[in-house]
Every structure is written in C-alpha cells, then in structure tokens.
C-alpha cells in the first residue's frame, strides 16, 4: 500500500520540512521525534556516530517494538575500538534497529588504490569514500533522517534548523536536539542513564575516525578536535 509521504514530490517534502522547522522551533526533542516517526513512519530513520547514545535514546521512546526506528551507523574501518563497543551496547540494550553500514573498499583494499594513509594526504576523499558514499546509498530508503547535530557545536552549526530539506540528498533533515547544549546533553545522560563513548571522558568532545580526531584544549570548541591543523570542519555528510 502506498503511503502519503511516498505519494509526495521533493518539492512537497521540501516545503513540509521548512514549514515544520518554523511550526517546531520551539517543540521538545521527543516532541520533534514525534513528529518525524508519525510522518513518515518506517521512511524515517536515525543516524548516530556513537558518540553518544541520545538522539538514539529519544528516538527509543517515540517508537517500540516490532515498529523501533531504524539507528544507522557508519562503520569507517577507522573507528575507536571505543565507539564500536558503543555501537555493540545500544544494539544489545536499547529498543532500536541498529543498521551498520560499510564503505565500498576496506581500509586494506582502498590502501591498494590510493596508497596508504588516504586520510593524511586527502581527507575530503577520505571522508567522501568512507562516509559520504555510503551514508547516500544507506539512506536510499528512507524519506527522512535524524541526526545529532547542536547549534553549539561550531559557529558552521550555528543556524541548523530542527527540521530542515537535506538540498544534497532530497530528504528531510531532522535535528531534535539542535537548541540544546552541552548542559543540556549532559543532564539527559545524567537522568536516563544514556550510554556515552568513554572516550568523551578522556578529553575528546568530537568522536570521529581515529586517524583524524585528537582531544580538545581548554578553550576550544567541540569540534576542534576533528582534522585539527586543518581548515576542514566536517567530513561532508552535513554540508
């Protein structure tokens, strides 16, 4: 049976989504969430870094069971040991279909093509082959995705919109916890007992690939850490 969101054209969605980042400024996280899942329903899924396990978590509460929403993750090949184990636990504990997704080439077969070290000497390629590449066939599926983005994160996150059209990908982008701050973050995890990276306990703010994340200094924002010495901010899947 066809549903009304497949029924909709990009440009349908695209209005939906700006109307509703407009209608849900001011709207809870959950509430958000709410919104997204009785859209959209199984077209709607979440993305996680394992960084932490919070938008994961809030997406847990919205919708249960045989329906839990679909958690997408992207297995680099370059991950913390940590942030894998991350992954492992909110598979095993938390009420949500864990999608683990896999670039193309393993690490050793795109070594043989480009040479090693790819990360050090192109990481645009590096992310674009590890990340970007594979989230876009990930997400063929799907009419709408979350994410964990925050407003406080970096001064290039600074206007991203609670629900807002993904231009790149014709989709729907949802960020229920884009007003929210660090504060904010640390007292969810704090009441529900969140699962977190342990590595967020040992000096990194920004969990990405191995490779190309270092802890942060006093001072410096989040995601200072992430291609530190470079002018590279993201690796692409968010602009």
């Known amino acids: 049976m066809t549903t009304a969101q497949e029924q909709r054209t990009n440009d349908e969605l695209k209005a939906l989504a700006e109307q509703a980042g407009r209608d849900l400024e001011d709207a809870s996280a959950l509430e958000i969430l709410q919104w997204a899942v009785d859209t959209f329903g199984s077209g709607f899924c ?32 370059y991950h913390f040991e940590e942030t894998i184990g991350t992954r492992d636990a909110v598979e095993a504990v938390m009420d949500v279909n864990v999608i683990t997704l896999t670039p193309r080439q393993t690490v050793a077969e795109q070594d043989a093509e480009y040479g090693p070290k790819l990360h050090d000497r ?92 270092r802890r942060v200094l006093a001072g410096e924002d989040a995601r200072a850490g992430r291609w530190a010495g470079r002018a590279k901010t993201e690796c692409g899947l968010h602009g």
């Open 122 to 213: 192109d990481p645009d390629l590096c992310c674009k082959l590890r990340k970007v590449q594979p989230l876009e066939e990930g997400l063929k599926g799907y009419r709408a995705w979350a994410t964990g983005l925050r407003r406080d994160e970096s001064p290039t996150r600074a206007n991203t919109p609670v629900v807002g059209w993904d231009e790149k990908r014709q989709k729907v982008k949802v960020s229920p916890i884009a007003r929210w701050t660090q504060d904010d973050v640390d007292a969810y995890v704090a009441e529900h007992g969140v699962l977190t990276n342990p590595l967020l306990m040992d000096g990194y703010a920004s969990i990405g690939c191995a490779p190309c994340t």
């Open 46 to 77: 979440v993305t996680s870094s394992m960084e932490d396990a919070v938008v994961t978590h809030l997406a847990s509460r919205v919708r249960k069971g045989e329906a839990a929403v679909d958690v997408v993750f992207l297995d680099t090949g």
